[in-house]
């Protein structure tokens, strides 16, 4: 057109190659959703965490971010996987079997096990090739960095948390608050029994005539094993009250959740880090040897964790485009952009250039 200066050619191959970068590098991508050090990360593999993803976090998450989230995990399956086999630690069938089976014990029946994995997003081959393989490569590895833990360790922690191991001996007599006996009457009775026993009445006779407790009836109010003040099951009202009281005195209606107790404190202690313990495996351990488990437990998860994110940091991760960019500072995926500012420029300092048709210009 006369009059009107034409736009160069390279600018409009730009505008164009500009509306379809995103198009294309994701067809350049195809069916992989990411490369880990050269690896593929299909999307199969991405479709096979979505569910695990989802089960954890509920519907919080947008479809975006659940596969975002969904392919990070699936990174860290693969590294999982290469750092397997560089320490020769690959899980064997049989090691999977076996701890399949561990994992079988702590749940009641097969369809209560299978319900929870159902709930937990995986299925039969994602529980083996994915959970069990993990966790095995895990276990390897916490043994081969964490630090071991010592005895002073352990004792250090007993004095810090001793307040947690107060135990006490009591004997009560129970007034049950329940729909045929009132707060009111309830509180009478224990009134009445108490200035019964500070008369001189025997407390195991009156506790055997009088307690609504079946459990201490036949022994006359007394609780024969000894009671964790901070144990959840034990009423905390009842427990404290019965922790303040001086040995062998009489203590007063106390009001529990069940109703209100006459109680004698027979006996305080710390437990001694020497007393055994259940597991909730059903074993018995002593309470030096739990303290050791669970803080070989948390040094041994600091060390995974330290461990895996230097592994992903370390490694060389692309994304397909339709899910976004690997920000290698955040070791996280973020949305795509086709331009980005220079390094050491803030998106501020930088803003992504706008490509344009300028308004045509008239020739003098």
């Known amino acids: 057109m006369r009059g009107v200066k034409r736009l160069p050619k390279t600018f409009l191959c730009l505008a164009l190659l500009c509306a379809a970068a995103g198009t294309a590098c994701a067809q350049t991508f195809g069916n992989t959703a990411a490369l880990v050090n050269g690896h593929r990360i299909t999307q199969k593999q991405l479709d096979q965490e979505l569910p695990i993803v989802r089960a954890g976090q509920g519907s919080s998450l947008s479809d975006e971010e659940a596969q975002r989230q969904a392919l990070i995990a699936a990174i ?63 276990r390897s590895l916490q043994t081969e960095l964490a630090p ?50 500070r008369n001189g009445a025997d407390f195991a006779t009156l506790a055997k005539k009088l307690t609504d407790d079946p459990g201490t009836k036949a022994t006359g109010g007394t609780i024969a094993q000894w009671l964790t003040v901070s144990d959840p099951n034990l009423d905390q009202a009842f427990a404290n009250a019965a922790w303040k009281a001086p040995v062998g005195k009489l203590t007063g209606p106390v009001r529990s959740a069940f ?65 976004g960019d690997w920000d290698a500072a955040t070791q996280s995926i973020v949305a795509h952009q086709f331009f980005r500012p220079a390094p050491g420029e803030s998106p501020s300092q930088s803003p992504v250039p706008v490509l344009s048709v300028p308004a045509p210009t008239v020739s003098p």
Do not use: C, W
């Open 76 to 138: 860290e399956n693969e590294l999982f996987r290469e750092v397997a086999t560089q320490k020769k630690i690959v899980p064997t069938a049989a090691q999977i079997d076996q701890r399949l089976a561990e994992l079988k014990q702590q749940f009641p029946d097969e369809a209560t096990f299978q319900q929870q994995v159902k709930a937990a997003g995986y299925t039969a081959a994602t529980l083996r090739s994915d959970f069990i393989f993990n966790n095995l490569i895990t």
């Open 148 to 197: 071991p833990v010592t005895d002073d360790q352990v004792q250090a922690v007993y004095n810090q948390e001793k307040s947690q191991f107060r135990q006490i001996k009591v004997k009560h007599i129970l007034f049950a608050v329940s729909a045929t006996k009132t707060d009111a009457q309830a509180l009478k009775q224990a009134k009445d029994a108490l200035a019964q026993l």
């Open 259 to 323: 109703g209100y107790h006459i109680i004698v404190t027979l006996q305080k202690r710390y437990e001694p880090l020497t007393d055994v313990v259940p597991t909730s495996s059903g074993a018995a351990v002593t309470l030096a040897d739990q303290i050791k488990s669970n803080l070989e437990q948390q040094v041994g998860t600091r060390a995974i964790t330290d461990f895996v994110t230097n592994l992903v940091k370390q490694a060389k991760i692309k994304i397909n485009p339709r899910y």
